[in-house]
T-cell receptor, first 118, second 114 residues
Framework: AQKVTQAQTEISVVEKEDVTLDCVYETRDTTYYLFWYKQPPSGELVFLIRRNSFDEQNEISGRYSWNFQKSTSSFNFTITASQVVDSAVYFCALSEPYNAGNNRKLIWGLGTSLAVNP | GAGVSQSPRYKVAKRGQDVALRCDPISGHVSLFWYQQALGQGPEFLTYFQNEAQLDKSGLPSDRFFAERPEGSVSTLKIQRTQQEDSAVYLC????????????FGPGTRLTVT
């Protein structure tokens, strides 16, 4: 069965620290997609990144970077030089591909609540 | 451009009442999803539409839950005879077309059943 585990329930850091949010997934499929979403206190989920299972290149976007390792089934997210505005709940999600006959639903982790303190 | 909108943002219902939650997806988005998010939890899938066709309703928790998207744009999630355990945030998301496109979420409707 598909499953996403975010072992860190809450993380608290001081501004400018680097922080890594862990995501470990389980799937029986060889083709799948992984996502990260941010949910700030306002409640609206914001898309951050989508990664195809065939693309193991790490990605950097400003202060955000993602490390995808199929060997350990992990898709970790690092925020460099964290800021107070980064405070939010971050969700990792797994999606099966349409061609597998599924209906594109996302399997979500429980989220990691990040607090960045000034 | 306009994002996904949901109304109402907050709804308080007495147990046993029926409620209707509305979602306006991004114009042109083919796929529409409903999720339920309990406090401190991740979103849980409820149902999925491709245009007006409801392709998956496996996540609906009971036959009190019903969703429709009759013209392939606006969608309504209806909950009949609400129960306290229905209290949650109901999220709507839309995506452009392709499988596994990123989903764009609305702000959610917070339902409280008293």
């Amino acid at each position: 069965a598909q499953k996403v585990t975010q072992a860190q329930t809450e993380i608290s850091v001081v501004e400018k620290e680097d922080v890594t949010l862990d995501c470990v997934y389980e799937t029986r499929d060889t083709t799948y997609y992984l996502f990260w979403y941010k949910q700030p206190p306002s409640g609206e989920l914001v898309f951050l990144i989508r990664r195809n299972s065939f693309d193991e290149q790490n990605e950097i976007s400003g202060r955000y970077s993602w490390n995808f390792q199929k060997s350990t089934s992990s898709f970790n997210f690092t925020i460099t030089a964290s800021q107070v505005v980064d405070s939010a709940v971050y969700f990792c999600a797994l999606s099966e591909p349409y061609n597998a006959g599924n209906n594109r639903k996302l399997i979500w982790g429980l989220g990691t609540s990040l607090a960045v303190n000034p | 451009g306009a994002g996904v909108s949901q109304s109402p943002r907050y709804k308080v219902a007495k147990r046993g009442q029926d409620v209707a939650l509305r979602c306006d997806p991004i114009s042109g988005h083919v796929s529409l999803f409903w999720y339920q998010q309990a406090l401190g939890q991740g979103p849980e899938f409820l149902t999925y539409f491709q245009n007006e066709a409801q392709l998956d309703k496996s996540g609906l928790p009971s036959d009190r839950f019903f969703a429709e998207r009759p013209e392939g744009s606006v969608s309504t999630l209806k909950i009949q005879r609400t129960q306290q355990e229905d209290s949650a945030v109901y999220l709507c998301a839309s995506s452009l077309e392709q499988a596994n496109d990123e989903q764009y979420f609305g702000p959610g409707t917070r339902l409280t059943v008293t």
